[in-house]
Structure formats: structure tokens, C-alpha cells
């Protein structure tokens, strides 16, 4: 069963419907003793950072989801659920992250260029994770958001984007990936992305 | 790099596509669904569904829609037309929408961008301008699908919006909408320039030459077109083809 974390931050519609396109076995839940019964987490999201950590501690999710990723559960991270494994995020004063990843989300600050980084952009793409295979580097993504991440330990970084300067927008580790873009918005080759991960956990 | 991002534009009138759609290899050429598929396969980089449905059982049409729509299509789509409340905002994202725009009602009441944009992220929330140029040079926000003119000036109205939390402006000149001259490129720039948000050019697109000129001068981030792809005149890889061959950053599929 691959579970899709509900902790009130946006839609999650789209995200269950490509899901359901190569496995019957999703849900959505709110529920963190819903994680024992999962063989793989899904946490989407869009919204402000600091809100989103709150309603997880509010809704018991912190703890559980640590454990859960620290004993490498399968684990996709997207758009905010992306953003939400590093340190912390300047977005509305500093605020603390999950921490799986020592880095901190920044917000775009480069001259001539609009925030948000809105539309399709490229990603180069280190080889070999097993969650890319059949994507070519240089492949467009669906990117909105307005933060980005500074990442310490450059061995999390599978794929980067330039708007103005170069960011990580896929990290993965183990059964982790995280992607900033929203592949479930990405057409045919971000289908791919989610394919991949069902097929890895099913 | 970012790529330009290029946008059929569909009317929808009780959960069909109007305004003479006749596309061959489709088995149902009104079908908002069918429709959104095809633009979709050929490498649209969104789509916008505007609802023109004046029924009084619109609301439930129009769910059915986005509901459908986000099943089948995996690019983003935009949901506008007659989005007066926060509670219109919130059911239609909840049934598959990734964006709404408002029109009438953000000038109406414009508290109505702040709290949606908070509540529900300002990537979500597409401010709808139709501005039209008045004898001073400058150009007027018109509301009500263009019936109602207002005294309120679209560049200013455009940065107000901004500020309100708008999280992109489709920005349609009145003057153009139709006429397939062009876009209105002197206010698409000014209003481009003015803002640090994106902003799609919308009404005059009859030719790839007007979409180009719309990216490069009119400095838009995307352009929206309706007629010149409904009726099969330029398909949406040719338009990209052209523009790439000219420089132009876009995504070919």
C-alpha cells in the first residue's frame, strides 16, 4: 500500500490519479499509524513551509515519518514535500526543517528574473538512481515555487536546474527521492518519475 | 533554462468546448476532456478552461469538468470564469484544478486574491486582466467578460494585484481579443516590466510571428491563444518548432 500523506497542504488529487496509473493499492491519510501499514510514503504539497511543519507536528506526523525514512522506507518528496527535508527555510522568518538533509531552502533572489520560478525548465541529471531510469538529462519539468536549497552534502544531489543559478531539484538516497518540480504535472517523462517508484516499491 | 511556456485557451459552455472547435481526429470535438487530451499529447505546456456557462446549475457542470480533466490530463490547468468566493476557489482546486483565475470578482472585492493566495498558496491564484486603451493611451480594466467598463487603470491594477498576492496576471487586451492582428504588445510590456510575477499575453495571436513577438517584445512568460490552434491552423509542436529555430526557449515533446 503506498500511502499519500494528508497534512492539509493542497491538492492531492492529481497526485493519487497518476499514482492509480500503475498501482490500485494508494490511499490518502492524515493518519501517522497509518505508516506501519505502508510499504512506501508519498508526501506532496504546496504552500507556505512553516504551516506545513506545524500542521505535521500538530498531526503527529514528525516523529513517526523520521523513523520511517531514517530505516529507508520508500519515500517520495515533492514540491514542498521536497523542501521540507532540509535544515530550515527563510520562508516567513527562519523556520525549522525535518532535517534529513543539512541545507537550507532560499528564496530566488536574482536580478531580471521573476519569482516564482514558474513553468517547464530543464534538468541535467546524474546517472544511475534507480528512480530515473528511461529520463534523459536535460528533460523538461513543471517547476512553481519560489525557494530553493543550498545543500552541504552534495552526495544527495541526483539532478539540478538553472534559473539564474544552479539548484538541486532532485535529491535521493537509498528508497528516498525528492523532487522540487511536481512530476505528476510533468507529462509523460514525469509520469515516468512516479512509474518508477511504484515499480521499485510493488 | 525556463522555457516560454505556450497555452491553448478553451471556452467551456455547460461542460463543452465552443467557439467552433473542429478538430478531425477527434471522436468528440466539445469534449473539454477529449480536447484537454490532444492539446496535451501535442506538447501544450498548460491549458486554460474559461467557463462561460450561464446556468444556474453551472457549479456541479463545471466540477464534473475539472474533475475529469485532472484524470486524464498530467500538464497544469486553470479553471476561470464567474469565481466570485473563497469557497468557489477552494472546491475547484479540491477536485483537480492546480490554478483558478479570477476576474471580476478580484476587483470586485479584492481581499478575495489575499485570501485565497494565503490559504491556498499564491502559485494557485492567476489574476485575469482585460484591459482596453482609452484616448489618453493608457488602458482601462473592463470587468463582466468586457460588458462593464471601470475607471481603474490596468498597469496599476496589474502591480495592485502583485501586492495582493496574485501569483500570475492573464493579462487579455480588449482591443485584440479576436481580431488576430497581434498582440497589444506596448501594454503587455509595460505590465511585464512593472511586475516581478509572470504574465501570459492573451487576445490578438493569429500567427507564430505574433506569439514570437509576444515572448521577445512584449516580454511575456507565456502566451495563450485560442483560434489559432482550435481550428487546426498551426499545431502547438509547429509554433514550437518555429520559435525554437528563432532562439526562443520552449519544450518540445
Redesign the interface.
Same mark, same amino acid.
Given at each position: 500500500m503506498i500511502t499519500v500523506i494528508d497534512y492539509g497542504m493542497? *491538492?492531492l488529487?492529481?497526485v493519487v490519479?497518476?499514482v492509480e496509473k500503475y498501482t490500485e493499492h494508494v490511499r490518502v491519510s492524515h493518519d501517522p499509524l497509518d505508516i506501519e501499514r505502508s510499504d512506501a510514503l508519498i508526501m506532496p504539497g504546496?504552500?507556505?513551509f512553516g504551516m506545513a511543519m506545524d500542521n505535521l507536528k500538530k498531526m503527529g506526523w514528525i516523529e513517526p515519518l523520521l523513523d520511517y525514512i531514517n530505516n529507508d522506507g520508500y519515500f517520495l518528496g515533492i514540491c514542498l514535500g521536497f523542501q521540507l527535508l532540509y535544515s530550515a527555510s527563510e520562508e516567513f522568518g527562519l523556520r525549522e526543517g525535518l532535517n534529513i538533509i543539512e541545507g537550507n531552502v532560499l528564496r530566488f533572489k536574482v536580478p531580471g528574473l521573476?519569482?516564482?520560478?514558474?513553468?517547464? *525548465?530543464?534538468v541535467k541529471l546524474v546517472p544511475d538512481s534507480k528512480f530515473l531510469e528511461g529520463i534523459p538529462s536535460d528533460t523538461?519539468f513543471?517547476?512553481?515555487?519560489s525557494y530553493y536549497p543550498v545543500i552541504n552534502d552534495k552526495s544527495w544531489v541526483l539532478g539540478e536546474a538553472?534559473?539564474g543559478i544552479k539548484f538541486p531539484c532532485i535529491v535521493g538516497k537509498g528508497n528516498l527521492i525528492a523532487t522540487q518540480f511536481?512530476p505528476?504535472?510533468?507529462? *509523460?517523462m514525469?509520469?515516468k518519475i512516479i512509474e518508477n517508484f511504484v515499480r521499485n516499491v510493488c | 533554462?525556463?522555457?516560454?511556456?505556450i497555452i491553448p485557451c478553451l471556452d467551456v459552455d455547460r461542460g463543452r468546448v465552443v467557439k467552433g472547435v473542429n478538430f478531425v481526429n477527434l471522436i468528440d470535438a466539445g469534449d473539454p476532456v477529449e480536447n484537454g487530451k490532444f492539446y496535451?499529447e501535442e506538447g501544450a505546456?498548460e491549458l486554460v478552461f474559461l467557463d462561460i456557462t450561464a446556468s444556474s446549475d453551472k457549479r456541479n457542470i463545471i466540477l464534473d469538468m475539472v474533475k475529469k480533466v @485532472?484524470?486524464t490530463v498530467?500538464?497544469?490547468f486553470t479553471v476561470g470564469g464567474g469565481i466570485r468566493t473563497l469557497d468557489d476557489v477552494r472546491t475547484i482546486?479540491?477536485? $483537480?484544478a492546480?490554478k483558478v483565475s479570477i476576474n471580476t470578482a478580484a476587483v470586485k472585492n479584492p481581499a478575495i486574491i489575499t485570501e485565497s493566495s494565503k490559504r491556498? $498558496?499564491?502559485?494557485?491564484i492567476l489574476v485575469a486582466i482585460d484591459a482596453k486603451r482609452n484616448s489618453t493611451g493608457n488602458w482601462n480594466v473592463y470587468l463582466n467578460g468586457g460588458r462593464t467598463k471601470t475607471d481603474i487603470d490596468a498597469v496599476e491594477w496589474a502591480k495592485r494585484t502583485e501586492e495582493l498576492g496574485a $501569483?500570475?496576471i492573464l493579462l487579455t487586451s480588449m482591443d485584440r481579443d479576436g481580431t488576430k492582428c497581434g498582440y497589444d504588445i506596448e501594454l503587455t510590456k509595460k505590465i511585464s516590466e512593472s511586475?516581478?510575477?509572470?504574465v501570459i499575453a492573451s487576445g490578438g495571436a493569429g500567427t507564430i510571428e505574433h506569439l514570437y513577438e509576444g515572448l521577445t517584445e512584449g516580454k511575456a512568460? @507565456?502566451v495563450l491563444a485560442a483560434s489559432i490552434f482550435h481550428f487546426r491552423e498551426i499545431s502547438i509542436r509547429e509554433v514550437k518548432e518555429k520559435l525554437k529555430n528563432r532562439g526562443i526557449p520552449v519544450?518540445i515533446?
Amino acid at each position: 500500500m503506498i500511502t499519500v500523506i494528508d497534512y492539509g497542504m493542497g *491538492n492531492l488529487r492529481s497526485v493519487v490519479k497518476a499514482v492509480e496509473k500503475y498501482t490500485e493499492h494508494v490511499r490518502v491519510s492524515h493518519d501517522p499509524l497509518d505508516i506501519e501499514r505502508s510499504d512506501a510514503l508519498i508526501m506532496p504539497g504546496d504552500g507556505a513551509f512553516g504551516m506545513a511543519m506545524d500542521n505535521l507536528k500538530k498531526m503527529g506526523w514528525i516523529e513517526p515519518l523520521l523513523d520511517y525514512i531514517n530505516n529507508d522506507g520508500y519515500f517520495l518528496g515533492i514540491c514542498l514535500g521536497f523542501q521540507l527535508l532540509y535544515s530550515a527555510s527563510e520562508e516567513f522568518g527562519l523556520r525549522e526543517g525535518l532535517n534529513i538533509i543539512e541545507g537550507n531552502v532560499l528564496r530566488f533572489k536574482v536580478p531580471g528574473l521573476k519569482v516564482p520560478h514558474m513553468g517547464w *525548465n530543464q534538468v541535467k541529471l546524474v546517472p544511475d538512481s534507480k528512480f530515473l531510469e528511461g529520463i534523459p538529462s536535460d528533460t523538461y519539468f513543471y517547476f512553481i515555487h519560489s525557494y530553493y536549497p543550498v545543500i552541504n552534502d552534495k552526495s544527495w544531489v541526483l539532478g539540478e536546474a538553472d534559473y539564474g543559478i544552479k539548484f538541486p531539484c532532485i535529491v535521493g538516497k537509498g528508497n528516498l527521492i525528492a523532487t522540487q518540480f511536481h512530476p505528476e504535472k510533468s507529462h *509523460n517523462m514525469g509520469l515516468k518519475i512516479i512509474e518508477n517508484f511504484v515499480r521499485n516499491v510493488c | 533554462m525556463l522555457a516560454k511556456r505556450i497555452i491553448p485557451c478553451l471556452d467551456v459552455d455547460r461542460g463543452r468546448v465552443v467557439k467552433g472547435v473542429n478538430f478531425v481526429n477527434l471522436i468528440d470535438a466539445g469534449d473539454p476532456v477529449e480536447n484537454g487530451k490532444f492539446y496535451d499529447e501535442e506538447g501544450a505546456d498548460e491549458l486554460v478552461f474559461l467557463d462561460i456557462t450561464a446556468s444556474s446549475d453551472k457549479r456541479n457542470i463545471i466540477l464534473d469538468m475539472v474533475k475529469k480533466v @485532472a484524470e486524464t490530463v498530467h500538464i497544469p490547468f486553470t479553471v476561470g470564469g464567474g469565481i466570485r468566493t473563497l469557497d468557489d476557489v477552494r472546491t475547484i482546486l479540491e477536485n $483537480g484544478a492546480d490554478k483558478v483565475s479570477i476576474n471580476t470578482a478580484a476587483v470586485k472585492n479584492p481581499a478575495i486574491i489575499t485570501e485565497s493566495s494565503k490559504r491556498f $498558496g499564491s502559485q494557485c491564484i492567476l489574476v485575469a486582466i482585460d484591459a482596453k486603451r482609452n484616448s489618453t493611451g493608457n488602458w482601462n480594466v473592463y470587468l463582466n467578460g468586457g460588458r462593464t467598463k471601470t475607471d481603474i487603470d490596468a498597469v496599476e491594477w496589474a502591480k495592485r494585484t502583485e501586492e495582493l498576492g496574485a $501569483g500570475e496576471i492573464l493579462l487579455t487586451s480588449m482591443d485584440r481579443d479576436g481580431t488576430k492582428c497581434g498582440y497589444d504588445i506596448e501594454l503587455t510590456k509595460k505590465i511585464s516590466e512593472s511586475l516581478t510575477i509572470p504574465v501570459i499575453a492573451s487576445g490578438g495571436a493569429g500567427t507564430i510571428e505574433h506569439l514570437y513577438e509576444g515572448l521577445t517584445e512584449g516580454k511575456a512568460d @507565456a502566451v495563450l491563444a485560442a483560434s489559432i490552434f482550435h481550428f487546426r491552423e498551426i499545431s502547438i509542436r509547429e509554433v514550437k518548432e518555429k520559435l525554437k529555430n528563432r532562439g526562443i526557449p520552449v519544450r518540445i515533446v
